[in-house]
């Protein structure tokens, strides 16, 4: 195995942003694009190659297919159709599930024993097949469940108080979807309770807290109604996980990951809570201590995700 080598499976706007990203973040040294249809893989390959002559290291990067898994560290799923202007993540899964299905069996059968990381959507739906489908242990298959949310969250409160956003420590939990919430409880600027912050400071207050957590719910649909789609700081957020398995970290990191016990929600899901990552995949969930409400709102968010793994059989 190569813990330096990513395949990507998918080269539409988010397999690529993560790519790109990676190339300008020097995070890899080894990247294998996989598509269905394999001029566009080449063409990807050839434009990144072209300016490896800018990027912080030497890369090979190259077009190939499933066998390219057989070796890698990393393989990382962004296959799928995109979600369209007023579509749900949720209406997205009976598109993507079966594609998911398929990919992940042609990257098992090359005898793949690294690490699966599931972009396409809805993650935590999707991550939860990949891992049924792989037969690898749920430590070794994530999903980028709400590490994305998170940075959106950080960058809104960072925004208001005028604090760098990598200052903000604060965590969106649940689905990655309409379900999700914030964790205010456990919610701080440095090492301060965001509740001492809102007490000193005139430019928030506390109704201020239910409009970011609104805007940061909505975000993916406002972007979508601009621009079509999002894919820019998820690709982003990918190589934030990438680096923090690469480099064995151990990060502290939002994904979708299977619930073993440690919250008191339902266990048979794929749902975001925090995680600590390194070159093994997830070495455990870290507990947060929630209060009642969010007990509540997490609970409530991980039954529609077991619901909906029901109605596709799984």
Known sequence: MQYSKVVIVGTGLVGMSYAYALV???????????????DKAEGEAMDLSHGLAFAPRK????????????????VVIT?????????????????NAAIIKNVVNDIMASGFNGILLVASNPVDILAYVTWRESGLHHSRV?????????????????????????????YILGEHGDSEFVCWSNAN?????????????????FADLDKICNK????????????????YAVGMALVRITAAIFNNENRIIPISVLNNGTYECEKKVYIGLPAVLNKDGVHHIVKLELD?????KLRHSATILR????SINY
């Open 24 to 38: 300008n973040q020097g995070t890899i040294e080894e990247l294998v694009l996989i598509d269905i249809d394999r």
């Open 59 to 74: 890369m090979n990067i190259r077009p190939g297919d499933y066998s390219e898994c057989k070796d890698a560290g990393l």
């Open 79 to 95: 296959a799928g159709v995109n979600q369209q202007e007023g579509e749900t993540r949720i209406q997205l899964l009976n598109r």
């Open 142 to 170: 994530i999903g980028s469940g709400t590490s994305l949310d998170t940075a959106r969250l950080r960058y809104e409160i960072s925004s208001i108080i005028n604090i760098d956003s990598r200052n903000v420590h604060a």
């Open 189 to 205: 600027i440095g090492a301060k309770p965001i509740q001492d912050v809102i007490n000193s400071m005139d430019e928030i207050s």
């Open 216 to 231: 940061v719910k909505n975000a993916a649909y406002e972007i979508i109604k601009r621009k079509k789609a999002t894919y």
């Open 292 to 296: 009642d409400e969010e007990k509540r």
């Open 307 to 310: 619901d909906l793994l029901d």
